[in-house]
């Protein structure tokens, strides 16, 4: 029985990055040794055990056979017999398919540093197209790792369109897609997260609503890129920059998809995108079952981002209008999300990246300015529910006024 540490451990000391989950491979051993030596098992479909000290996750050596479509359709093979290498090759990339042995040596039979070295993303074997779930992995680590240089390798990224034309993307699960989502938002370039799966196709089969914003023209005035695919990566590119919550890369992810359902007889404008894309935003979120935390920050984006965008110009009413709207009165965490999602928007144009953006702080100010008000005050009047209600709105509001004009 020989034990070895693999995959992301392994990769990350040897980039110099910090190493979180450590992860093991265990040759030559059966689930009644481990047991008997004080490992609890924890794998369902496939023998995973707990170290009865660490609590870090110890897998026997396996190959696995392909018995159907999706990424759950294998059969596993876990016997003694099955080598090291033979469990590196059924990893997905050669980056991920190193092992380390209890003396510090590395064995690397497919050519990971080399590609460290090279900073490819390039799949180990053609058994990478037997798990569609790989796709969203490469292109998440596309994500995590570009700020050290590294993309797909294009026989990789051949590999994927050749999977997304066989459907295989079709038969990936939505649990699965979001949880991949997820991670790649919180990343450092979610951006190109995006950039991948579009690249492959399959951004079309798990985001088509997003999908159909590539090709889609703006008003070349607002926005040198035209293109509202370009814009979306632009925007998301900036929204990493100005926020590390994945709730406010999400809501600029899907802040526009509005555009992508306006009818090419009135490019390059689109008039009341913000609330046809509420309804795609909503529908997405059902269908991946995305967390309502994202939900309601990517709909109050997709439905005000415009309004935010012209803040300087609104009357009092309006602006307590769009206060009211995204429930900023309240949720003051939230409406920060928000700013910072229009902030993105506005600065994922060509050429305007660094370009200020002072409509968030002068919605700071009337946010201020309207919570101000003394609510307890108007409610000593002895004012009716309706009436009171009326009464604070037409104070804020004026509160709002004052602060405007100073």
Known sequence: ?????????????????????????????????????????????????????????????????????????????????????????????????????????????????????????????????????????????????????????????QLMREMVAAGEAAALVPERVWQETERALASARPDVFIATLQDCGALAVIFPEVAALWGVPQVASWHPEVDSGVHLLLALEQAARLSPRAEVRFAVLVHDLGKGSTPAAEWPRHIGHEERGVALVEALCRRLGVPNRFRELGSAVARFHGLCHRALELRPATILKLLEGIDALRRGERFEDFLLACEADARGRGGRADAPYPQAALLRRCRAAALAVDAAALAAGGLAAEALRDALREARARAIAACLKD
């Open 1 to 157: 029985m020989q034990t070895y540490l693999v995959g992301g451990a392994v990769r990350d000391r040897l980039l110099g990055l910090p190493v979180g989950e450590r992860d093991w491979v265990v040759v030559g051993a059966t689930p009644g040794e481990l047991e008997t030596l004080g490992y609890r098992r924890v794998g369902a479909s496939f023998p995973v055990f707990l170290h009865p000290k660490t609590g870090e996750e110890h897998a026997l050596a396996r190959t696995e056979r392909k018995t159907g479509p999706g990424y759950r359709g294998f059969a596993i093979d876990a016997d003694p017999s099955v080598t090291l290498e033979e469990d590196l090759r059924r990893r997905d990339l050669t980056v991920n398919a190193m092992a380390e042995a209890a003396d510090g040596r590395i064995i690397d039979p497919y050519g990971g540093q080399v590609d460290l070295a090279g900073r490819w993303l390039r799949h180990v074997s053609d058994a990478f197209r037997e798990d569609p779930v790989r796709i969203l992995r490469v292109a998440r680590f596309a994500a995590r790792f570009a700020p050290l240089g590294f993309r797909v390798a294009p026989e990789t990224l």
